[in-house]
C-alpha cells in the first residue's frame, strides 16, 4: 500500500479481555516500530523488528504485550487480559532501514484502544 | 536508554510571529533529530531532521539548530500561519528506536 495501515481504527474491550491491533507497513520498509501514545503525550517506545526479529524490545511494559513479524512484514501487536491503563492510542511505523544511518518514521493512523 | 526533555510544552503566539521549541537529549550516541508535526486526530509527519554531523538546517520558514556539546537542538518556525498550528514532537535516534519528547501544543492566532 501507499502509507502504513493500522487495523482496527478503534477496539472498545473490557477489562480482561484479549486484544490484537495490526500494522501493515510500507512494502520494502524493513524496520517496523511499535508506540503508545496517551492524551497529551509523546509516542512511547514499545518494540521495534528489524526483519523478523525483535531487535529491541525494552519498552515492553510487562509480559501481558507481546508482539511478532513471523514475516518480515506484517506485525500483530498483542496484550493479553487487557487493564484500564493500557487505554491509549498504538501507533505503528515503519523505515527503509535501521542503523547509524538517517530513516524516516512514517506512521499509521494509530489504533485507538480503550478498555472499559 | 535515551531521555529526550521537550520545552514549552503549550506555546501561543500571534500569526507572522515566531515560535521557537527545544529539545535536550542525553544519550551522547545519538546522532539523528526529526521533528514531527501531528495535528489533532492525525498520524505524526516528519517536518524536518538534521544529523549530527550538521549545526544547522533550513527549509522554507522551519529551520532547526544542533548543538552537540550541549545535547540539545531547536526547531525554529517563522512567519507563523494558523495552519502550523499542531502537537510538534522532536525525536532523538542512534542505533534503533526512537526515543520522543512529550511534545509542545502550538497555537497561532490569527
Known amino acids: 500500500g501507499a502509507g502504513v495501515s493500522q487495523t482496527p481504527s478503534n477496539k472498545v474491550t473490557e477489562k480482561g479481555k484479549y486484544v490484537e491491533l495490526r500494522c501493515d507497513p510500507i512494502s520494502g520498509h524493513t524496520a517496523l516500530y511499535w508506540y503508545r501514545q496517551s492524551l497529551g503525550q509523546g509516542p512511547e517506545f514499545l518494540i521495534y523488528f528489524q526483519g523478523t526479529g525483535a531487535a529491541d524490545d525494552s519498552g515492553l511494559p510487562n509480559d501481558r504485550f507481546f508482539a511478532v513479524r513471523p514475516e518480515g512484514s506484517v506485525s500483530t501487536l498483542k496484550i493479553q487480559r487487557t487493564e484500564r491503563g493500557d487505554s491509549a492510542v498504538y501507533l505503528c511505523?515503519?523505515?527503509?532501514?535501521?542503523?547509524?544511518?538517517?530513516?524516516?518514521?512514517?506512521f499509521g493512523e494509530g489504533s485507538r484502544l480503550t478498555v472499559l | 536508554g535515551e531521555n529526550v526533555e521537550q520545552h514549552p510544552s503549550t506555546l501561543s503566539v500571534q500569526e507572522g510571529d515566531s515560535a521557537v521549541i527545544k529539545c535536550t537529549y542525553s544519550?551522547?550516541?545519538?546522532?539523528?533529530f526529526p521533528w514531527y508535526k501531528q495535528e489533532l486526530g492525525k498520524r505524526p509527519q516528519l517536518i524536518i531532521d538534521i544529523r549530527s554531523n550538521v549545526g544547522e538546517k533550513k527549509d522554507q520558514r522551519i529551520a532547526v539548530t544542533l548543538n552537540k556539546t550541549a545535547k540539545h537542538f531547536s526547531l525554529h518556525i517563522t512567519e507563523t500561519q494558523p495552519e502550523d498550528s499542531a502537537v510538534y514532537f522532536c525525536?532523538?535516534?542512534?542505533?534503533?528506536?526512537?526515543?520522543f519528547g512529550t511534545g509542545t501544543s502550538l497555537t497561532v492566532i490569527p
Open positions: 511505523a515503519s523505515s527503509r532501514r535501521v542503523g547509524t544511518n538517517t530513516g524516516e518514521l512514517f
Open positions: 544519550d551522547s550516541a545519538s546522532n539523528y
Open positions: 525525536a532523538a535516534r542512534g542505533i534503533g528506536q526512537f526515543y
